[in-house]
């Protein structure tokens, strides 16, 4: 697949970034209609995308890459998870593709995220309008890196917003609680669950051949995890057990293709929110006093910092 990539047509919504001769990571340019990030996969005579951006014109171009770099049609489609950065171009590749997630995850599509979706609808006028304010807020920005994330993060809403009237909700059509194995006449994957801990149900996409991991948003490459969903214990345990892997290049749910060392990053993320949330309601300290570490100011969804310290607040002190 590495040689056509040269020959793709491109997309405005994802570079593309060959990681292995089957695996190929659609990485989301910022302030597009894709967010997350997204993995083509050729096993041979089977091709299989794994999550699909936040839009439905994001979806329709990744799934032309995976037809134009494989040959084939898609055949299957794995959600990570629910959140609508990583499903909500599911429709572009159905009937002919299955759709496969975790049972949880798709239990929580069918409830909460649809319940959600509605109240978008609902709320369109008022959305549009927290938008052009946070436009007013974004101008009065005078740190450059905080500005450029809130463009990005604005942009991404409008875009999210055009497509809304013609998104449909599309769930997941096969569902797996532990374990389930694709073979193609290649290579095989194999679909892990180890509970939730982003949110709560996360799916690992393995291929033992090419040593390589499809992680969705368990890891995140120089942004901060986001853990409004998360148990951040459990999202400890099965970074752990995913450790155990033998693994040499991952592709996270958002940032560049990276490795074992930026899971590691993400525990010790983990462990210091943790620790430091700790710490504060022992001491009777105000968390709002905790300032950025220097160690991650350069990572992205820097907003998300502030947010993460009140759910460990939260999951601490209720």
């Not at 302030?31 to 299989?48: Q, R, V």
């Not at 990583?86 to 319940?115: C, K, W, Y």
């Not at 807020?137 to 450059?144: K, L, P």
């Not at 969903?229 to 345990?237: D, R, S, T």
């Amino acid at each position: 697949m590495k040689n056509r990539i040269e020959t793709f047509r491109g997309s405005e919504h994802f570079r593309l970034n060959h990681v292995a001769d089957s695996v190929i990571a659609a990485i989301a340019v910022p302030g597009t209609g894709s967010l997350g990030n997204a993995a083509i996969i050729d096993l041979g005579d089977t091709t299989l995308v794994v999550d699909t951006f936040s839009t439905i014109q994001a979806a329709e171009d990744l799934k032309a890459a995976a037809e134009y770099l494989t040959g084939n049609p898609v055949s299957y489609v794995i959600n990570t998870h629910w959140h609508s950065d990583h499903t909500s171009g599911n429709q572009v590749f159905l009937p002919a593709a299955q759709i496969i997630s975790t049972s949880t995850t798709r239990e929580v599509m069918n409830t909460f995220a649809r319940d959600r979706l509605a109240q978008y609808r609902e709320n369109t006028e008022q959305m549009v309008q927290a938008i052009e304010e946070f436009e007013e807020q974004i101008q009065q920005e005078t740190d450059e890196k905080l500005k450029k994330e809130m463009e990005w993060e604005n942009a991404s809403d409008r875009e999210f917003m055009k497509m809304l009237p013609d998104l449909v909700h599309s769930l997941p059509t096969i569902t797996f609680d532990q374990q389930v194995t694709i073979h193609g006449s290649n290579r095989s994957i194999v679909l892990l669950t180890f509970g939730g801990g982003h949110t709560q149900s996360d799916a690992i996409v393995y291929i033992p051949e090419d040593k390589i991991l499809i992680i969705g948003d368990l890891v995140l490459s120089k942004h901060h995890p986001v853990l409004a969903y998360a148990n951040p214990q459990e999202w400890l345990n099965i970074l752990e057990q995913v450790e155990l892997l033998d693994v040499e290049a991952i592709v996270p749910g958002h940032g560049e293709v990276c490795s074992l060392q930026e899971l590691h990053e993400v525990k010790g993320y983990l462990t210091y929110i943790m620790e430091i949330v700790a710490e504060a309601v022992q001491n009777k300290q105000s968390i709002d006093e905790i300032d950025i570490p220097e160690v991650y100011h350069n990572w992205y969804f820097t907003t998300y910092f502030k947010t993460n310290l009140n759910k460990v607040y939260d999951i601490i002190t209720n």
